[in-house]
Nanobody, 122 residues
Framework: QVQLVESGGGLVQAGGSLRLSCAAS????????MGWFRQAPGKEREFVAA????????WYADSGKGRFTISRDNAKNTVYLQMNSLKPEDTAVYYC???????????????WGQGTQVTVSS
């Protein structure tokens, strides 16, 4: 089992920044890939970014390229999502996920956090 706890969400004005954190515990060695997803009201959960636990590979959805950065601190078992130049359309609940495959499909991830709300005002 892997437990994931997100933090760092909040209300920010357009153009601002937030850094989300995802603290992992449990059998983290069994989860190779860490991902961030988001879900806006009335929409499906969508891929945002992913990183291997070693940090050697990263992957971004087009919506976040150039604005979002995923990183990890293995000593703290924590994955981060730095979000800059935020837009109102980035408003969503952001979820951290852990899995074993290098994919962007939510159903392929095995473990999920509870989510953290990000609201970007115009």
């Amino acid at each position: 089992q892997v437990q994931l706890v997100e933090s760092g969400g909040g209300l920010v004005q357009a153009g601002g920044s937030l850094r989300l954190s995802c603290a992992a515990s449990g059998r983290t060695f069994s989860s190779i890939v860490m991902g961030w997803f988001r879900q806006a009201p009335g929409k499906e959960r969508e891929f945002v970014a992913a990183i291997t636990w070693s940090g050697t590979r990263t992957w971004y959805a087009d919506s976040g390229k150039g604005r979002f950065t995923i990183s990890r601190d293995n000593a703290k078992n924590t994955v981060y999502l730095q979000m800059n130049s935020l837009k109102p359309e980035d408003t969503a609940v952001y979820y951290c996920a852990a899995g074993r495959r290098w994919v962007s499909v939510a159903d392929e991830y095995d473990y999920w956090g509870q989510g953290t709300q990000v609201t970007v005002s115009s």
